[in-house]
């Protein structure tokens, strides 16, 4: 009997895992977080079409090894080295704004210390505020569409030398005025910062999210655009409906109110307890619109 213990032991061996500690438990999470990141970022991005054709490449690969094509495999080991560099090149607006991401992540910043507080932004007076959110109104009334781009942490120094530095003290009359039509700053976006309009005209990226739905314009693709790859909030009036929408972090949060607009303005950082309300909010309107 103790040898046929023995000899099962000894066959299922195999079976046993190795030892292993915390360190080793800390690495396989670190590895499966990043992963993990890395298939969101590839589902989020043009990179999923790249990550389709790289499967059928490898199919395509793997039946040229089982049956000895050797002109196909030579081709793929003379491509390889240079296809490396070709998606680097093609992709490199992607990579960029996934290191961005990275670098604005609050938990990763903390725990290397690179939370730079001095860079903190001052929050809007109360007159500040009162004067954005009642040109936006305005704006909406009067269906003149609208791109104002306000700075929180990081510099839109980039973005503000694409347009025409101004330098003005901010109030509703000259927001109005600017966005007038046919008039010479109309076209573009404006820079806001400490309680400044820094310029105007601006060009902003536009954002290549292929969730937003397909009735949104180059304005609102602009507004998410400079939101996904800073941490700024910025308020578009559309031109078409008069509708505000206000762009944080890569989302659009649409056909908000002069009361909401307020509260992102006084906690530009985003705050999910005014999200959750402003969402019963309008649910509650709709009901009763029914």
Not at 137 to 150: C, D, N, Q, S
């Amino acid at each position: 009997m103790k040898d046929v213990l023995n000899a099962l032991k000894n066959y299922f061996s195999w079976l046993q895992l190795p030892e292993f500690d915390f360190i080793d438990l800390l690495e396989i999470g670190l590895i499966a977080y990043a992963v993990y990141q890395i298939i969101i970022w590839i589902k989020k991005s043009r990179a999923w079409t790249l990550l389709k054709g790289l499967v059928m490449l490898f199919a395509i690969c793997g039946l040229a090894i089982l049956f000895n094509m050797n002109v196909i495999l030579w081709i793929f080991d003379k491509c390889l080295a240079v296809g490396i560099t070709v998606l680097v090149v093609v992709f490199q607006p992607e990579l960029r704004k996934a290191l961005e991401q990275l670098g604005r992540n609050q938990f990763m910043s903390s725990l290397f210390f690179l939370d730079d507080n001095k860079s903190r932004g001052e929050g809007f007076s109360v007159k500040t505020i009162n004067e954005i959110v009642r040109a936006t109104v305005e704006l909406a009334r009067t269906k003149t569409g609208a791109l104002i781009v306000i700075a929180n942490q990081e510099s839109l120094a980039e973005y503000e030398r694409t347009g025409i530095i101004l330098d003005a003290a901010i109030s509703s009359q000259l927001l109005i005025n600017i966005f007038e039509h046919n008039t010479p700053l109309h076209d573009g976006a404006i820079v806001v910062k400490d309680e400044r309009i820094v310029a105007a005209t601006c060009y902003l990226p536009l954002s290549d999210n292929m969730g937003l739905s397909k009735e949104l314009g180059t304005r609102h693709r602009a507004g998410v655009g400079i939101s996904e790859v800073t941490d700024s909030m910025t308020i578009i009036v559309s031109e078409e409906t008069g509708k505000v929408s206000i762009a944080v972090g890569g989302k659009l949060i649409r056909n908000v109110d002069g009361e909401y607009l307020k509260s992102r303005l006084e906690n530009r950082t985003g705050n999910e307890e005014e999200d959750r309300k402003f969402k019963i909010r309008n649910i509650i309107n709709k009901k009763k619109e029914m």
